[in-house]
Nanobody, 123 residues
Framework: QVQLVEAGGGLVQAGGSLRLSCAAS????????MGWFRQYPGKEREFVAG???????YYTGSVKGRFTISRDNAKNTVYLQMNSLKPEDTAVYYC?????????????????WGQGTQVTVSS
């Protein structure tokens, strides 16, 4: 059974930074693709960033240059460093694991999900 546990959400002022982490257990982490999604109230989850097993990354346009996804395979952990945060980044952030080799941007393509962590950016 795969478990993903997120941490690092919270309240920050606009322009500030937060780092989210997601610790995985239950399967070989190094062979997976990991993604971060966010969800606004009443909306579908949307793709934020993904990283494949080789360290290749992909970002949605609105976070390029501000967010950085990385992974530490020795710790079975993926991170999302979020800088220059804006009020519109306020959402619940989820990490997800995909057993495929390609970074997917569609939520339904991911096999496992964390419980979510709230990020709130005040103006």
């Amino acid at each position: 059974q795969v478990q993903l546990v997120e941490a690092g959400g919270g309240l920050v002022q606009a322009g500030g930074s937060l780092r989210l982490s997601c610790a995985a257990s239950g399967r070989t982490f190094t062979s997976t693709t990991m993604g971060w999604f966010r969800q606004y109230p009443g909306k579908e989850r949307e793709f934020v960033a993904g990283i494949n097993r080789n360290g290749g990354t992909y970002y949605t346009g609105s976070v390029k240059g501000r967010f950085t996804i990385s992974r530490d395979n020795a710790k079975n952990t993926v991170y999302l460093q979020m800088n220059s945060l804006k009020p519109e980044d306020t959402a619940v952030y989820y990490c997800a694991l995909d057993v495929s080799l390609v970074i997917q941007t569609i939520a339904s393509r991911y096999d496992y999900w964390g419980q979510g962590t709230q990020v709130t950016v005040s103006s």
